[in-house]
């Protein structure tokens, strides 16, 4: 056989009345390999002539001896991976379901005619190479798509290109072709500079704009998607996964819909893109200025570790729905979920919290794996890039206490509406600050007195309350990185540049951290 050509087994007992067929695959470049039974298949498979393995299998279900089932089997024992299609007289369903159970890749009823055969094995055998080809092309295609759209210079258009950009992320993760990746990257990198471009121009307008003549933002999410579902009284789920991007929550998603009707909307993050000030934000639906002043008892500026200032959201969240005019009896019930055990405590109790009309629930898991990542050589090794995070993020969710809690709710009469509170973006371009030892450390944005930047690659707001944002003291300014760039102070520049570049950070403007996700879930 001419080793260039895929080579196709073909199992049948009436194998010779399918001369036309086999033929018809010889003459589009198949080899074809035929034998009446399932013994002279299995062996051929454990020892294929001239030690070169077969492309596909096409196995009869009824012939002599082996069943194509019990053919099936002992194939699979010998190579795992080689595809194969069943080819039967039968439309028994439990035949069916049992072909599938074994991992069985095409199920053909007989009478098949030789394009259908054509057609079933090209697509097992090409389609990976013929769908590379055509992402080749598509992605020539999305390039324009993409350009256009960020030349219409609209919140709505910035939308659409997140939402675009973070579904072809998904779709080149199958596609590792590095110079379409780069390509991809390259765009995205476009992207990022026009976008923040896009954020100082206008977030001060949205500040005080009328909530039609600005994006969603995260001061909206109550008020848009909880509190007309409590007022229509259907028991409210409130879900915020800290520190999920839209690209992750795709990758989440399809494991989802088999539960729920999945309805996704998008919405942006309030700046900083920090859980002190976009956490804050959601469950008060005031801005940090607005906090400070509404309710200064619970607003505190950032230190070293913001997650002590997000103490108080139940009551914010308690004085935003106040202000909604919904009052819950019982009240809300508000948990935040660290770790394993307190995510298994909330699985067991599940049941119990469905008498209760809103439950609000935190988890920061993705958060802690991101700042943990920075400071771990291993987990840099596990997850390099962005591709290779969204895979580790999927692996947790698959086997998380949080799928199993949601898959409980969606055996309950509740909506789900899930968010997050900001996004990450890798961060690889490092940038001078200037600042005393007074400023605070986070790596994508500062807040201290006489802060200085590098303007090219970082907003420095000297009046904190056009953003929104309180200044408690009275010469207090903010600097926010743009773009993936990263503050390293100039002292030990160089230790810090390569210990923080590859690392995920948040704080900053940048599409991967502004716009995000914001779904709705009812139960199938």
């Not at 002292?491 to 540049?497: L, S, V």
Request: with cysteine; hydrophobic share 40%.
């Amino acid at each position: 056989m001419n080793e260039d050509r895929k080579r196709i087994l073909w199992a049948d007992d009436e194998i010779d009345h399918l001369r036309p067929h086999v033929k018809f695959l010889e003459d589009r470049g198949f080899a074809v390999e035929g034998v009446t039974n399932g013994e002279d298949a299995i062996a051929l498979v454990a020892d294929p002539p001239d030690r070169h393995r077969f492309d596909l299998v096409i196995l009869d279900e009824m012939m002599p001896g082996l069943s194509g089932l019990e053919t099936l089997q002992g194939i699979k024992e010998r190579d795992p991976y080689v595809p194969i299609i069943m080819v039967t007289k039968s439309e028994d369903e439990e035949l069916i379901d049992a072909a599938i159970r074994k991992d069985i890749h095409n199920y053909l009823v007989k009478p098949v005619n030789p394009l259908q055969v054509y057609t079933a094995a090209k697509q097992l055998i090409e389609g990976t190479k013929l769908r590379e080809g055509a992402v080749t092309r598509d992605y020539v295609q999305e390039f324009t798509v993409l350009r256009n759209l960020r030349g219409d210079a609209t919140w709505e258009a910035w939308t659409e290109v997140a939402r675009r950009q973070a579904e072809w992320d998904l779709r080149l993760d199958d596609h590792r072709d590095a110079g379409l990746l780069q390509t991809h990257e390259d765009a995205k990198s476009e992207s990022n500079i026009e976008f923040c471009r896009f954020v100082s121009d206008h977030y001060e307008e949205w500040v005080q704009a009328k909530r039609a003549d600005r994006p969603r933002l995260s001061i909206d999410i109550v008020h848009e998607y909880v509190a007309p579902l409590l007022r229509e009284k259907r028991k409210v789920y409130f879900v915020i996964i800290d520190c999920l991007r839209l690209d992750q929550w795709l990758a989440l998603e399809a494991l989802l819909e088999p539960y729920f009707d999945v309805r996704r909307e998008y919405y942006w993050s309030i700046l900083p893109t920090a859980t002190s000030f976009a956490r804050n934000a959601i469950f008060s639906g005031l801005f940090p200025l607005e906090i400070s002043k509404m309710h200064p008892q619970y607003w505190s500026m950032p230190g070293d570790r913001d997650s002590s200032l997000n103490r108080h959201e139940r009551q914010l969240l308690d004085a935003q729905l106040d202000r909604e005019g919904i009052k819950l009896n019982p009240s809300t019930k508000y948990i935040k979920v660290f770790n394993q055990d307190e995510a298994a405590a909330v699985k067991k109790d599940i049941a119990s919290l469905y008498s209760l009309p809103l439950v609000a629930l935190v988890f920061n898991f993705i958060d802690i794996l991101s700042h943990g990542r920075s400071e771990s050589d291993l987990l840099q090794e596990i997850a390099p890039d962005e591709a290779a995070f969204r895979a580790l993020t999927l692996a947790w969710f698959k086997h998380s206490s949080m799928f199993d809690i949601l898959k409980a709710i969606s055996r309950q009469d509740a909506t789900v509406v899930l968010t997050t509170d900001h996004g990450s973006i890798l961060a690889k371009r490092a940038t001078v600050a200037y600042g005393n030892r007074d400023t605070s450390t986070n790596l994508r944005f500062k807040i201290g007195t006489n802060l200085g930047c590098d303007a090219k690659s970082a907003v420095h707001l000297k009046d904190p309350a056009t953003y929104g944002l309180p200044a408690p003291g009275l010469n207090t300014n903010y600097i926010l990185a743009k773009e993936n760039a990263y503050f390293v102070y100039p002292t030990n520049y160089h230790e810090y540049e390569g210990k923080y570049r590859g690392s995920f950070q948040h704080g900053g403007i940048s599409i991967e951290e502004m716009v995000l996700p914001c779904i709705v879930m009812n139960p199938k």
